[in-house]
């Protein structure tokens, strides 16, 4: 583990140039867009994938910048997203001609954006990098995962329990639990301060999971906030501070941001 400090970066669903652009700014990329950060860690929330054109291009940066940082002492990490479950769907299970049950799957992944640049362009090695990446995680006294759901204690109870058992489902062809994975990724609000019961399912969260606060995406904050999105440039911070957005909205238009965690390097 790194020493040096902690970044997560939101949702970016292929929008390269706001990426390669916010990292830039936060210093992590050199003019190159070359790994700059040192001994920083830096965590992709989930989703570089679909509603904009370069996602492969964005899997591919971040792929190469975990190399880099690796060589330099720090580290890039990524949690699994649900649209990275999606297009994973349409690679295992849609085999055209045959009208079979891939097509479920490539229709639910088309209805959320699924662009067929991303499918032609993912390799062999980019699934087996996708299918090895974590829900959840522990940083410091930050929880990371995707979802602002709770849904992920249907699949078990601990970070290292989760993450063993959705590796295990996207290591097998049971198109069911495949379809099930994404339909709980669907879930999202579970912690909202609207809700009377946000807050608690919050801190029953973290006492399941461990963490202090939670840190997730897959909720774009100008749908929570209502601020346009081109004005988005921090997270959006709730449930008395137990919860943090940091999904800008880059596919909305937002310029997306780079968020440092506090209390860490």
């Not at 099930?180 to 946000?198: K, N, V």
Request: proline share 6%.
């Amino acid at each position: 583990m790194s020493r040096g400090p902690v970044y997560v970066v939101g949702d970016v669903h292929g929008h390269l140039d706001r990426l390669v652009a916010g990292l830039g700014d936060a210093g992590l990329l050199t003019p190159e867009a070359a790994w700059a950060g040192g001994d920083s860690t830096l965590w992709f929330i989930g989703d570089l994938f679909d509603r904009g054109p370069d996602g492969i291009l964005a899997l591919d940066l971040v792929m190469r910048l975990e190399r880099e940082a690796a060589d330099s002492g720090g580290a890039v990490r990524m949690l699994l997203g649900n649209h990275e479950v999606l297009i994973l769907s349409v690679h295992r299970f849609y085999k055209p001609p045959t009208e079979d049950v891939g097509i479920a799957f490539v229709l639910d992944w088309m209805l959320n954006g699924g662009r067929p640049s991303d499918l032609a362009g993912l390799g062999p090695e980019h699934v087996e990098w996708l299918c090895e990446r974590p829900c959840l995680a522990l940083e410091g006294d930050a929880l990371l995962v995707h979802a602002d759901s709770t849904f992920y204690t249907r699949y078990g109870r601990s970070v290292e329990e989760v993450n063993e058992r959705v590796r295990s489902i996207l290591r097998s062809d049971d198109a069911r639990a495949w379809g099930q994975l994404l339909s709980d990724f669907t879930e999202r609000h579970a912690f909202d301060d609207g809700s009377p019961s946000g807050r608690m399912r919050a801190e029953s969260f973290l006492r399941t999971f461990g963490g202090r606060r939670l840190v997730h995406g897959h909720t774009p904050i100008p749908g929570v906030t209502g601020a346009p999105p081109e004005t988005v440039r921090r997270p959006h911070v709730y449930a008395n501070g137990l919860c943090v957005n940091v999904d800008g909205g880059m596919y909305l238009g937002g310029p997306g941001f780079v968020y440092r965690l506090p209390g860490c390097g």
